[in-house]
């Protein structure tokens, strides 16, 4: 039986969440809450990222200094001179002919990431290789419409500050793939350079994949001693363009590798490249063109702008200045009781974090904080909530169920109804004298004061039995466990 390995690099751009875009003033799209497709087109665009002539690129100072935090979060080498090219070629979203970008001097190069062993089924970490970090300016987007057949242009992501992760061809699986994208999407928003939104177009993913079929005499060789002697044969390289989402990047590089691996013998004997684009229906890659030879850019330094530099000093200061990684937190929360995967989502979800240092100096119990925090954000998800909880408020709460006031049944229960709007002064009322009825008493009360409930129920209609839970639901104040008092109503009844 043939056996394959498979080499995975990966190129990934991510959107900045600068104010305003790269060369001029406009307005940056990715900085605000909604999708860009949600704004009417070309309302964020002037005459400099539509590429009028006579216009002048003006720089993002800004934009640079995240695209060397990124670079310092990826443990790359911080370039102490760097330079903008021009980069050619033309396609009707890029209105200048050229794309102002980095070629040769970007701003960070050499680094690395470690994926953990233990999401990738494997039984160490891994460590992927960058070989660099460069900016640039995003380009348009096109609008199809398929009614018509028209193509029509909208520029107003023309001009955004892009940032562009390049990998070196070290991922060997499309599970690591994933991981890497997923750990790399946490690492961006843990420094705040961007959301990181992959559905709003903030992170998007070119995939590079090859298959190489192994030397039958290779067989047993473990994969990190199989050299380039061992391969037999090799697949064209296959680049899948703008995956949009961790699934799409794992089951489009799946099918890849199943396609590839099938395809064995056609295998053009020279190297080669393909582009394919990934449907998401059908979860089937699909060929968009081929390329003979790499293509020629034309690249030169851009004329408008100057090299850019920075010292060793200033390089110090960006890192002391550099917010706490996944990895840090994950280290100073590890005495906490707190599992890896919500670090992850700490770190991932800066308002979140936020919240939780904040509640965290007032009622020391990271597990308590953090358990609440699920809570409220699983009765916003359920759309449940017609109001934010107000943090007083949640501090509040925590300090009695922390001190025993509260069991954890009511807080729940408690939480929930914050969410609705209502005080937490006047809920605790309510809740604080739970252990002062006798719940048996309730409910023969309320069955004795309800009797036309009591026998819909025994003639059958079930939904008589709600009511009388609601019943005794009101006269506790909402104190009772819903649950037991039906049960208990139905053992009576």
């Known amino acids: ?3 394959f390995k498979t080499t995975i690099g990966l190129e990934i751009h991510v959107e900045l969440n600068t104010k305003r875009k790269m060369f001029c003033d406009c307005i940056n799209p990715a900085s605000l809450s909604s999708k860009i497709s949600d704004r009417k087109p070309n309302t964020f665009c002037c005459p400099t990222c539509m590429g009028f002539p006579g216009t002048l690129p003006r720089t993002n100072e800004l934009a640079i200094e995240f695209a060397r ?7 790359c080498e911080i370039q102490k001179e760097s330079k903008f090219d021009r980069k050619h070629y033309f396609y009707p979203d890029l209105p200048k002919g050229y794309q102002i970008s980095q070629y040769d001097m970007p701003f960070c190069k050499n680094g690395f990431l470690e994926i953990d062993g233990e999401k990738t089924c494997s039984e160490q970490s891994r460590r992927i290789r960058i070989n660099r970090v460069h900016l640039e300016e995003d380009a348009g987007k096109l609008i199809h419409h398929q009614d018509s057949g028209e193509s029509f242009v909208d520029l107003n992501r ?13 991922l060997e699986s499309p599970e690591q793939a994933k991981e890497f994208v997923k750990k790399l999407r946490d690492i961006i928003r843990a420094i705040g350079v961007s959301d990181a939104d992959m559905e709003k177009g903030h992170l998007r993913c070119d995939a590079n994949i090859d298959v190489k079929l192994i030397n039958s005499k290779s067989q047993e060789t473990n994969s990190k001693q199989i050299s380039n002697s061992n391969f037999q044969k090799m697949s064209p390289i296959v680049e899948i363009k703008n995956l949009n989402s961790f699934r799409f990047i794992e089951k489009a ?4 590798v199943e396609r590839l691996s099938l395809d064995q013998e056609n295998w053009p004997e020279e190297k080669s490249k393909i582009t394919r684009g990934f449907d998401s229906k059908t979860g ?30 200033e390089i ?3 890192k002391v200045n550099l917010k706490d990684l996944p990895e840090d937190l994950e280290n100073q929360m590890s005495d906490m009781g707190i599992s890896k995967e919500q670090v992850s989502m700490l770190s991932s979800d800066k308002k979140l974090r936020e919240i939780f240092n904040t509640v965290l100096k007032e009622v020391n119990d990271p597990r308590l904080v953090l358990t609440y925090l699920m809570l409220i954000r699983g009765i916003v998800k359920k759309g449940n909530s017609t109001a934010a909880v107000n943090i007083k408020e949640l501090v509040v709460l925590l300090k009695e169920i922390k001190s025993g006031n509260i069991k954890h049944e009511i807080g729940k229960r408690l939480l929930s109804k914050m969410a609705e709007g209502e005080r937490v002064d006047g809920l605790l009322e309510g809740f604080k004298n739970q252990e002062e009825y006798d719940i048996n008493k309730v409910i023969d009360k309320v069955i004795s004061s309800n009797t036309k409930a009591v026998s819909d129920f025994r003639k059958g209609q079930q939904n008589a039995v709600g009511f009388l839970v609601g019943s005794v639901m009101k006269e506790t104040k909402g104190a009772a466990n819903p649950q037991e008092v039906k049960k208990l109503i139905i053992e009576k009844l």
């Open 1 to 3: 039986m043939n056996k």
């Open 69 to 75: 935090l990124t670079g310092i979060a990826l443990n």
């Open 158 to 170: 023309a001009g955004t500050p892009l940032i562009e992760i390049v990998t070196e061809p070290d």
């Open 253 to 256: 590089l799946e099918f890849e």
């Open 284 to 313: 089937e890659t699909y060929e968009q063109r081929r390329k003979e030879e790499a293509a020629d850019y034309r690249y030169f330094p851009e004329p408008d702008l100057p090299v850019y530099t920075i010292t060793d000093d």
């Open 316 to 318: 110090s200061k960006l």
